[in-house]
């Protein structure tokens, strides 16, 4: 599982707008001109904290579903060949088999 890329960005900028709005409204309340500027100064370096937290949730969710792409990385390799790694292999293997002999009495 992951997170599509439209969504990720979308996630950012929501999240740095809200940061960026609640710094610019929260420094500048009474003076339009100058919650604005902040606002629009402060969106930048929250668009870089939230776009890094939301990879990093990618990336946790990639990691926890056992994603083609993470079993890719040399993160994903890596854990393959663990002991861990090689009994989740034999069961998803096992499966598959399982399924395949399922849908071939399905066919005849």
């Not at 003076?31 to 929250?46: G, K």
Request: proline share 2%; aromatic share 8%.
């Amino acid at each position: 599982m992951k997170i599509a890329k439209p969504l990720r960005v979308l996630m950012s900028a929501l999240l740095a707008g809200g940061t960026a709005g609640a710094v610019g409204g929260g420094l500048y309340s009474r003076i339009a001109v100058l919650s604005a500027v902040a606002a629009v100064v402060a969106f930048v370096p929250a668009w870089f904290l939230w776009g890094g937290v939301v990879d990093h949730l990618d990336l946790w969710l990639r990691r926890r579903t056992r994603d083609a792409m993470w079993l890719l990385t040399r993160e994903g390799q890596a854990w393959l060949s663990s002991t861990e790694g090689t009994a989740w292999c034999n069961r998803r293997d096992k499966t598959e088999r399982q399924e395949g002999q399922r849908d071939d009495h399905d066919a005849g």
